[in-house]
C-alpha cells in the first residue's frame, strides 16, 4: 500500500451502518427540505421577481444550469462527511499550508455575512407583514428574528427538521397555486431554454439573482451538516461528536460493528444514493419555488412595468396579486412569502450556528490539547466559568451564535438601518469570494483525501470543476459590477 493510499483510508471510518432500503430512504430525505428551505429566501423573493420583471422567462437557462451546479456541489460536501464522519472544514483543515488557513478563511467574513443576512431576510417579512396588516415593520422585522431564534436555540435537530418539512410543503403548495393561476403556458418559457443574453443587460439586476439562486456560499456546505446530523453514514464521529443526532440514528450506529473494508465501502456506497436523492429533492424544491416566482415576476410586474427594490418586491406582488385573485390571493401569496423568508430565516440560523461551533472546535483544537488558550478560547473559557453550560460542547457553542450573531446582532441592524436589504451587498460580496473557494477546495479535498472507490467520478468531478469556475467568473463580474468598473 501506498503512502496516498494509507492517507485516503485514513479518511475512512471504520464503522459504516447499513444503508436504508426501500421505504425506509423516506424517512432520511429530511434534510433536503430542511435545506430547501434554507436555500429559497433571498434569491426567491428579493431578486427572481426583480430579473423576470426586466427579462421575463430569457434567463431560464441559467436558472437550470445553477440548480444542476448547486445539486453536485451539496453532494460533494456530503460525501465527505458519510465517507469519513467529519464536516468538510475538518476535511479543509487538513490542507497544506498554515495552520487552519483554509477555515479561517471561511469563519471570520461569514460572521459578519451572518448577522446581515438575517436582517435583511427579517426586514423583507416585516415590509410584508407592514403593508397587510396594522403595525411597525421594523418590529414585525424583529418579532420574527427573536420568534426564530427562541426555535433554533432551544430545538434539537429532529424537532427543526419536523418543522421544516411542514414549512416546505406548505411553501410549494403555495407557490405552485399562486403561479399557475397566472401561468402563460409552454410558448413563452421557449426562449427561456436557449443560451440567449439580453441585449442591454442591467449587471446590477442580474448578478445578485445568480448569487443568491438557491444558495449563498455557506449554505452549499450545510447540506453536509444536516446529512450528517440526521445520521447518513453513522453521522459525525469526530473528537466533538454531535450529540442531536436522533436516537434511532444513534442507536444503529451504536449496533454496528467493524467490517472489512469492501463492506464498508459497499454500504457507504449505499448511503451516498440516498443522500443523492436527498439533494435532488432538495434543489427541486427550491427550483419550484424559484420558478413560481419567477412566473409571477414575468406575469405581474413586467406588464405594469414595475421594478422594485429591495423589501417592495413582497408588497408589490402581494398588491397586484390581489387585483387578479382577490383579497383570498393577496393573503395566499403573503403566506408563502412569510413562509419562504421565515422558514430561510430558520434554517440558516441553524445552519450558520452548526457552521461556527464546528469551526471554533476546528481552530481551538490544537491550543485546547496543547493548554495554550489564544483570544478565542480565553473568551469561551471565560464564558465557561461565568454560564452553568459547557461552552466548548459542539450543542452550546453552536446555541452560542444562534443567540449572539444571528440573533442579537441582526437586532441591532435592524434598529440602526431603516432599510436593512441595502446592507445585504456585503453578504453578497461575501459569497461571490467564497463561493468558488469552498466548490474547488472541496473536490480537492474529496479527490485527494478519499479512498479511491468513494472519490468523486468523472461526470461529477468535471461538473463541480465547471461550478467553480463559473463562480469565480461571476465573482469577478460582481466585484467589478460593484466597484462601477462594469455598467451593464
Known amino acids: 500500500m501506498t503512502g496516498k493510499q494509507q492517507e485516503q483510508d485514513a479518511h475512512f471510518r471504520d464503522r459504516v451502518p447499513d444503508p436504508p432500503q426501500g421505504r425506509q430512504r423516506i ?3 429530511g434534510p433536503g427540505l430542511l435545506w430547501m428551505l434554507s436555500a429559497v429566501g433571498t434569491g426567491s ?3 427572481t421577481p426583480r430579473v423576470a420583471s426586466a427579462y421575463e422567462y430569457q434567463l431560464l437557462w441559467i436558472l437550470l444550469m445553477v440548480v444542476l451546479f448547486m445539486w453536485v456541489m451539496i453532494r460533494e460536501m456530503a460525501r465527505y462527511s458519510i465517507v469519513t464522519g467529519h464536516s468538510m472544514l475538518e476535511g479543509m483543515h487538513t490542507l497544506s499550508g498554515p495552520r487552519n488557513w483554509a477555515v479561517w478563511v471561511i469563519f471570520v467574513p461569514q460572521l459578519l455575512a451572518a448577522a446581515i443576512g438575517i436582517a435583511g431576510l427579517a426586514a423583507v417579512v416585516g415590509s410584508a407583514l407592514g403593508e ?13 428574528v427573536v420568534a426564530s431564534t427562541l426555535f433554533t436555540a432551544t430545538g434539537r435537530y429532529s424537532m427543526i427538521e419536523t418543522f421544516s418539512r411542514v414549512m416546505a410543503l406548505a411553501l410549494m403548495v403555495m407557490a405552485i397555486v399562486t403561479a399557475v393561476i397566472v401561468f402563460p403556458g409552454l410558448a413563452p418559457l421557449a426562449e427561456g431554454l436557449t443560451f440567449n443574453w439580453p441585449e442591454s443587460p442591467d449587471l446590477y439586476v442580474i448578478l445578485p439573482w445568480v448569487g443568491t439562486i438557491l444558495a449563498g456560499s455557506m449554505g452549499i456546505v450545510w447540506f453536509g451538516y444536516w446529512t450528517a446530523t440526521r445520521g447518513f453514514g453513522g453521522g459525525l464521529q469526530s473528537r466533538e461528536p454531535d450529540d442531536e443526532q436522533p436516537d434511532d440514528s444513534r442507536r444503529e450506529m451504536n449496533r454496528t460493528g467493524p467490517k472489512p473494508q469492501e463492506t464498508r465501502v459497499a454500504h457507504a456506497r449505499g448511503w451516498i444514493r440516498t443522500m443523492t436523492v436527498t439533494a435532488a429533492l432538495g434543489v427541486v424544491g427550491g427550483l419550484v419555488v424559484i420558478f413560481s416566482f419567477l412566473v409571477l415576476g414575468a406575469e405581474l410586474l413586467a406588464p405594469e412595468g414595475i421594478m422594485p427594490e429591495g423589501p417592495e418586491v413582497a408588497v408589490d406582488l402581494t398588491r397586484i396579486f390581489s387585483e387578479v385573485w382577490g383579497e383570498v390571493g393577496r393573503y395566499v401569496l403573503l403566506a408563502a412569502i412569510v ?10 440560523q441553524d445552519g450558520w450556528g452548526r457552521s461556527f461551533a464546528d469551526m471554533t472546535l476546528i481552530v481551538t483544537r490544537a491550543r485546547r490539547e496543547a493548554a495554550e488558550p489564544g483570544p478565542l ?3 469561551l473559557t471565560s464564558l465557561d466559568r461565568r454560564l452553568p453550560w459547557d461552552m466548548l460542547e459542539r450543542r452550546w457553542l453552536k446555541r452560542l451564535y444562534i443567540v449572539g450573531v444571528t440573533g442579537i446582532v441582526p437586532l441591532l441592524i435592524l434598529l440602526a438601518f431603516s432599510n436593512p436589504v441595502q446592507v445585504m451587498s456585503v453578504s453578497g460580496i461575501i459569497a461571490a469570494a467564497h463561493t468558488p473557494f469552498i466548490a474547488l477546495a472541496a473536490l480537492y479535498v474529496n479527490r485527494t483525501r478519499l479512498p479511491t472507490a468513494l472519490r468523486p467520478g468523472l461526470t461529477a468531478t468535471v461538473t463541480m470543476t465547471l461550478a467553480g469556475l463559473f463562480y469565480l467568473g461571476f465573482a469577478v463580474l460582481y466585484l467589478l459590477n460593484m466597484a462601477g468598473v462594469l455598467n451593464g
Open 377 to 379: 478560547l480565553k473568551g
Open 45 to 47: 423573493i428579493l431578486f
Open 339 to 348: 413562509i419562504a423568508l421565515g422558514g430561510s430565516i430558520l434554517a440558516n
Open 27 to 29: 424517512k432520511w430525505y
Open 132 to 144: 397587510t396588516m396594522p403595525g411597525n415593520n421594523t418590529l414585525y422585522a424583529m418579532a420574527m
